[in-house]
């Protein structure tokens, strides 16, 4: 048997995986939400800051992800829920209400 034959399929299936889905981890995803907030005009008009942004998956299929958001207001600290939906390239954030 040659070896090309048995390293092609190998080679193969390497590079599909490498092309696979880039998707971020659940960490990365809440930091890019933190900053995407701490940059928007909402918050910054406002005087808000984000001090700490945690999400997690609705479930293993879903693009919902459910948060936690603390931040720091001119009269305190606040804690509210978050939406975000990511579809492995972008995302949205909605401040549950």
Do not use: H
Request: with cysteine; charged share 20%.
């Amino acid at each position: 048997m040659k070896l090309s034959k048995v390293l092609s399929p190998i080679f193969a299936l390497l590079i599909l995986t490498a092309c696979g889905d880039q998707r971020m981890d659940t960490n990365e995803l809440a930091e890019e939400v933190k900053s995407s907030m701490a940059s928007s005009s909402q918050f910054k008009s406002s005087g808000i800051s984000v001090e700490s942004l945690i999400i997690t998956r609705s479930d293993s299929e879903s693009n919902i992800y459910k948060g936690i958001l603390t931040t720091s207001e001119p009269n305190g600290e606040f804690t509210y829920s978050v939406d975000v939906t990511y579809d492995g390239k972008n995302f949205t954030w909605e401040i549950a209400g």
